[in-house]
């Protein structure tokens, strides 16, 4: 035998041979994953506590969805308002820009309505009022929005709570047993954990959200405050300015008019002025003298 043909014969043989061993041997089985529970074995697995977690979610959800609708900017401060105000102020109709407030509920209406309330009193009185209904109307906002904050503190706590309880009954029944194995403690840990996880899974959006509606209240109050004093931006510059002009039409009306006359106007002055005269002879007449 040639050697090339021994070179055959002897490929020949590993191959068919290497093929026959591969097919003996059985395949290796694939790797068995962690099984993943379902969504009504997480439900299930909560307990009673999970309920009470899962019941927050739901108000979490419909708190959020209602302050996306009603914190908004054309909610606290409707368009069209500001300028509808400001003319009325400037044509001196206080009423009707009362009832244009009473026409549009809202953050900016109530601040110009509590100013307009202090129009006969002056500007300081008005941005006084201002500023006090402004400070009323966001603590009430914050105060709204709180319930997030509140829900997002709850929600973990709940969730350790269930844990707890949920991995003392574990080690009761491990207790229990003569011989337990570990295989039987895993469940009722992995079961316990399933409340500290549906408590963070609400905390962490409910807090999220919280911060979100804050830093939205803080801008549109601000922009609301500054919208009421550049309504009434034309009203103090007119009230600021009055009473000078009445200072100085009542000294030039008052250097023209007679003795009778102020005495009638200002008898305290009149007065003053006659003692002054009476003080002023006494002292010439020993003099002359």
């Not at 706590?157 to 403690?185: D, R, Y």
């Amino acid at each position: 035998m040639s050697w090339r043909r021994l070179g055959i014969v002897l490929a020949l043989a590993l191959l068919f041979g290497g093929q026959s061993l591969y097919a003996a041997d059985p395949a290796p089985a694939a790797p068995i994953g962690p099984k993943m529970m379902s969504l009504g074995e997480l439900f299930e697995a909560g307990g009673t506590i999970g309920y009470i977690i899962t019941g927050l979610s739901f108000v979490m959800v419909s708190l959020i969805v209602e302050h996306l609708i009603s914190l908004r900017h054309n909610a606290l401060i409707p368009p069209g308002l500001a300028d509808s105000i400001h003319h009325h102020l400037g044509l001196r109709h206080f009423e009707e820009a009362r009832q244009q407030c009473q026409f549009h509920p809202s953050f900016l209406a109530y601040v110009l309505a509590a100013g307009l309330r202090e129009t006969d009193l002056g500007y300081q009185s008005v941005e006084k009022a201002l500023e006090d209904a402004a400070v009323e109307q966001s603590a009430r906002l914050y105060r709204k929005i709180e319930y997030l904050s509140v829900i997002g503190t709850i929600a973990p706590m709940l969730g350790l709570l269930g844990t707890v309880w949920g991995m003392i009954l574990a080690f009761m029944e491990f207790e229990q047993k003569a011989n337990p194995q570990v295989s039987e403690l895993a469940p009722g840990i992995y079961k316990a954990l399933v409340t500290t996880l549906q408590g963070l899974c609400v905390a962490i959006p409910a807090l999220a959200a919280f911060a979100h509606f804050r830093n939205r209240i803080d801008q549109l109050i601000a922009d609301g405050s500054l919208t009421a004093e550049a309504v009434f931006a034309d009203y103090k510059r007119i009230a600021l300015s009055e009473p000078r002009t009445e200072r100085a039409k009542a000294s030039s009306s008052l250097r023209g008019k007679p003795a009778t006359e102020m005495q009638l106007e200002n008898p305290g002055t009149a007065a003053a002025a006659s003692q002054a005269k009476v003080i002023a002879k006494s002292e010439r007449k020993p003099e002359s003298a």
